[in-house]
């Protein structure tokens, strides 16, 4: 199993693309007002989807970054605002939160090998005790 696609609330159609193309997604659905879908560099895609309310968010967004501090400060210049600044976390991630115009709450984040194989990873039991199957 892989994602393969991430859907949020927008309540603003034209607000909610410009400010994922600011992000660096690159659209490749253009069907206004009510539903837009972009694809990251590395080719997963995203979409929005017009709603007449949004309640509470539930969902949280995670892009990977390579070079988180630096794209912060790009997006920064273009008038982004961010919730924190880029911090380290006790899990191996550096990361930064934001929010969409809608409210969806987004984290950007540079994980690298520890977003897959974190120290505390769970090893499946039919690989436990010799079994490398």
Not at 16 to 26: P, T
């Amino acid at each position: 199993m892989k994602l393969n696609q991430v859907t949020v609330g927008c309540l603003d159609y034209d607000e909610s693309v410009a400010f994922y193309q600011r992000l660096g997604l690159i659209q490749i659905v253009d069907s206004p007002p009510r539903y837009a879908r972009f694809e990251t560099p590395a080719g997963e895609t995203f979409s929005i989807h017009k709603m007449d309310r949004i309640g509470a968010p539930t969902t949280m967004v995670y892009f990977e970054c390579d070079d988180l501090d630096d794209i912060v400060a790009q997006l920064q210049s273009t008038g982004i605002t961010f919730d924190t600044q880029p911090t380290d976390q006790s899990w191996g991630w550096r990361e930064t939160r934001l929010r969409d115009p809608a409210g969806n709450p987004l984290c950007l984040f540079r994980g690298g090998d520890n977003r897959r194989f974190p120290p505390w990873r769970i090893i499946p039991s039919n690989k436990k005790k010799g079994n490398a199957k």
